[in-house]
């Protein structure tokens, strides 16, 4: 488990579903089998990956916001597009990729949350950050971001947005 990681060991247990409570499947079996598998690649992800709590946050970018209400700034800056985050057990959790090597946040996270479509728990944007792409010579958008961030913007700009050359 990475340094960071939000699951401790034995702290996986399967959310209560329609089992429990003695209900016809809301979906079909495969759709059930598409959901284990997003929650085991969101298990994964969170053990595999540095991921910073509100608080971690606060305390990188606190140089860098001059207001004195930090977990205001961090929510206004979440709101805002310029800072990406996860929600898990009712907490937001935020990749470590988008600082930079200072640990400042990068102001190119704007322009890619500005293309990657969000929802409320964003896993769907996680999924695709940390998953290797042909467009970026089998490398993860989170590896490249640090070094290139426009190349990663481009690259979900044709993924999200659409290339209609290819058309």
């Known amino acids: 488990m990475r340094p960071g990681s939000p699951i401790q060991s034995g702290d996986q247990k399967e959310p209560a579903g329609w089992e429990d409570e003695g209900l016809p499947p809301p979906i079909s079996t495969d759709g059930r089998d598409r959901l284990r598998a997003s929650l085991e690649r969101r298990d994964s992800l969170l053990h595999s990956e540095t991921w910073l709590s509100s608080d971690e946050v606060a305390i990188r970018i606190s140089a860098s916001i001059a207001g004195n209400d930090q977990e205001q700034d961090i929510r206004w ?8 985050a996860v929600r898990f057990k009712g907490r937001y959790l935020h990749p470590d990729f988008q600082f930079n090597a200072q640990g400042q946040l990068m102001a190119e996270v704007k322009d890619l949350l500005d293309v990657l479509p969000r929802t ?21 958008p989170a590896d490249v971001f640090r070094q290139d961030p426009q190349r990663v913007v481009v690259v979900a700009q044709k993924d999200f947005l659409g290339d209609n050359e290819r058309w």
């Open 77 to 84: 800056l979440r709101r805002e597009g310029r800072l990406f």
């Open 120 to 140: 409320d728990a964003n896993w769907n944007l996680a999924f695709w950050v940390f998953q290797p792409t042909r467009a970026l010579g089998g490398k993860r």
